[in-house]
Each structure stands twice: as C-alpha cells, then as structure tokens.
C-alpha cells in the first residue's frame, strides 16, 4: 500500500475531474489525501475514502509572498505526512508542490491541465512562470500531458530534462457512468444554446453574448444560456443588461450542470483559452450534445469537424455567428445523430478509466523504481 497525496487547486475540481482515478487508486489499496482548499464535495470525498488537508491555493493571486507561504506549507505538509508519491495538478501545486517535493525528496507525477495564460503571453511574466515551471517539474516521475501542443511546448523551451518520462493522456477523460446519454430536446419552443465557463474574455464570452444579439434579431425563437462564475463587475452589467432585453438567459455558477445539458440542442464554447483538454466539451459529448468550438488546442482534439460539431477559427464573430445558423437550419434528425457520434467518440477516446488506468501504471512504475 502507498500513501498518495493530491495536490490541487481545490475538493470541487478535485471530486468532479477525478473521481475515477481516486476510486482506482483506493481499490489498489492505496491511502489517498486531497491537499487543496476544501469548497465543495468534501462529504463525497470523504465517503470514497479520501482524507483532506485544507490549504489556501489563491490560485489566480500573483503575490510572490502569498506565494512563498503556500510553497512553505506544501513542503510542511509533504515533510511531515511523508507520502510515497505525490500527485500534482494545475499550475500553482505542480510549480509550488513539485518545488516542495524535491526539497523533501519525494517522488512526484505532476498533470500539465493547460499552459494558462501567464506561460502563453511572450514577455517577463512569461519567463517568470516558464522558470518555475521548470523547477516544478524538474525531478518529476513523470510528467502527465493532456494534448500534444503543450508537451511540445515544453520539450521546445527545454522545461524538461532529457530523461524525463511524459505520457500524453486524453485530458481527464469522462466519467461515463455519471455522464450519461441523454434524450435530445424537441425544438416545440426553440432551440437552446449553452455556454459553460467561468466568464472571461479568452473563453469567449463576448463571442457568444455578441452572437446572441445578432442571432436573436433574425430567429425570434432562439435561447442562449449561460452557466458560470462570474466575478468581473463589467460583464454582470453586460448580462443583466442582454438578459432585460431577452438576448440570453444568466444562471449563475451551478453545482449540477445536467438540468442543463437536458435542455440544450447545442454546446457552444468559442474558447481561445490555453486549455488542457476541455472539460465542457468532454460532457457535452457525453451527453449526447453536439458542440460548436475553436481550432484551439485542448478543443479541437474532442470535435470531428460537421460529424459531431463544427471547429470555427479563433476569436471569429461572424464564423461563430455562421456556424450556429448552420445549426439552427439542420434538421432535428441531423442534430440528434450529431449527439450520438459524438457519446461514441467520448466512449472510444476519452473514457476516465483510461486515465485512472494510466496513473495506476505510473505510480506502480514509480513506486518500483524507489523500492
């Protein structure tokens, strides 16, 4: 038996993106503890078997004290609980956490969820977090990709050592048996599009709202709906202004996305963020959903162009705007199949268990080579 830590951003993350991979590694007899902040999912948590240690992420603060203290706790934590191996995810535990575990000599497999925007922008911020990026990683087991052009991007600004192992994985994948088909909506009173995401500009936000107005103008019976946190004072007024004049429907942060995903004809993500794999996509498909998304990397790889959706270039209005014309002009029938080849896809190339499979290899590989 191991003693696996979890580092991560925090237990709602956590719980919903790795579920699968908690369960395998419990049911190889491992003792899994979560290091993150505790939001929600907790109980869940608990109830598989986990333990949890609370620590204060401030994941998107660029405050080098705040950020020294969080590297302090990571390695008090690590040193004291004295885990085999150490999972990293997101930017802040795999730079920090994996700094920490070299310091205490722990073995650690960090997870590359996406480059973020911090190591995407050329300039001064950028070769700060390329630095510790590359001192995260450096003494890594093995380092966990989720698509080709971020693990290129890596070996390419040499944030690797050559002897390094990486293995590139499906994203997160799904979990299948709580990402269940479901029954596609009748259009008796429109068609519904929905946009997840936590609202910012590079997820396309403005896109979509700007693609709301126009559409609306000319197909009355057309809803847009938006799901996501939002903390940004300028776009609460811009949703509560389309949302007065019947452009789109605003429903918050939710914790159970599946209402939903019943609901909606059409997942529309225009996302220009550096994303791993996204996961909106992933469950959007799952459920039977086609999509309407960017030749991004960590968005395209979820999408066959006109079988399960359409690809439209990056940060393109009017192609976003055609594109979901296109789609409202398709018959229902065409719609539906989309949806199904979609789940088939999510079902060959992107089930959790491949995940949960890979990281059982790994650790056991990791293991191995300390016994």
Known sequence: MAKIYILANDTTYTYNLRDQIIERLISDGNEVTIVSQTLLFCDELHAMGCKTIDIN???????????????????????KGKPDIVLCYNIKPNS????????????????????????????TIQKIAMRL???????????????????????????????????????????????VPMDYPDEKEGINFLFIARLMKEKGIDLYMNAARRIHEKYKQTKFHICGYCDDKKYLRDLQLLEKEGYIVYHGEQKDLRPFFEKAHCIVHPSY????????????????????????????????????????????????????IKFIEMSWQKKKEMGLEGRRKIEKVFDRRIVAEAYSEEIGNAIRLQA
């Open 273 to 324: 963020y550096p994303e791993g794999i996204s996961n909106v996509l992933l469950e959007a498909a799952a459920h039977c959903r086609p999509v309407i998304t960017t030749d991004r990397s960590g968005c395209r790889e979820t999408v066959d162009d006109k079988a399960t959706g359409f690809i439209i270039p990056i940060n393109n209005e009017d192609a976003l705007v055609d594109s979901m």
């Open 57 to 79: 992420i401030n994941r998107h603060g660029k405050n080098p004290f705040s950020d020294f203290i969080l590297l302090f706790w990571y390695w008090k934590i690590i040193r």
């Open 133 to 179: 990026y590359r001192m995260g990683v450096a003494n890594a087991s093995c380092i966990m990709f989720q698509n080709e052009e971020n693990k290129q991007f890596f070996y390419n600004h040499k944030m690797i050592k050559g002897k390094t192992r990486s293995h590139l994985l499906p994203g997160s994948g799904v979990n299948l048996k709580k990402q």
């Open 96 to 123: 920090y956490g994996g700094i920490a575990c070299r310091l205490t000599k722990t073995r650690y497999i960090p997870n590359i969820t996406g480059l973020g925007i911090p190591l995407e922008r050329p300039g």
